[in-house]
């Protein structure tokens, strides 16, 4: 959500320098929601957010990793 009515920006990509990929919306809100399509499974990626005209947030710590293929064993490590 933001203070004020906007448009919609997501870029993401599995470089940070290189966000390859983005999602727009030229709607302007004050709620922004916006699908990335085309991930690749288990795979990094990073992401930078805000509107058409400027980057709101984005760096290094912005990253998710996408889900296993269904069926995929995977190691996880959790800490409680």
Do not use: W
């Not at 727009?24 to 699908?35: A, G, I, R, V, Y």
């Not at 912005?62 to 296993?68: Q, V």
């Amino acid at each position: 959500n933001t203070e004020t009515f906007s448009d919609s920006k997501v870029s993401y990509g599995t470089t940070l320098g290189n966000m390859e990929f983005s999602v727009t919306n030229s709607f302007l809100t004050k709620e922004h929601e916006l699908q990335l399509v085309n991930l690749s499974p288990n795979t990094l990626y990073f992401y930078s957010i805000g509107s058409m005209s400027f980057v709101l947030q984005g760096d290094s710590e912005n990253f998710f990793t996408t889900s296993p293929v269904i069926g995929a064993e995977k190691k996880v490590r959790s800490t409680l």
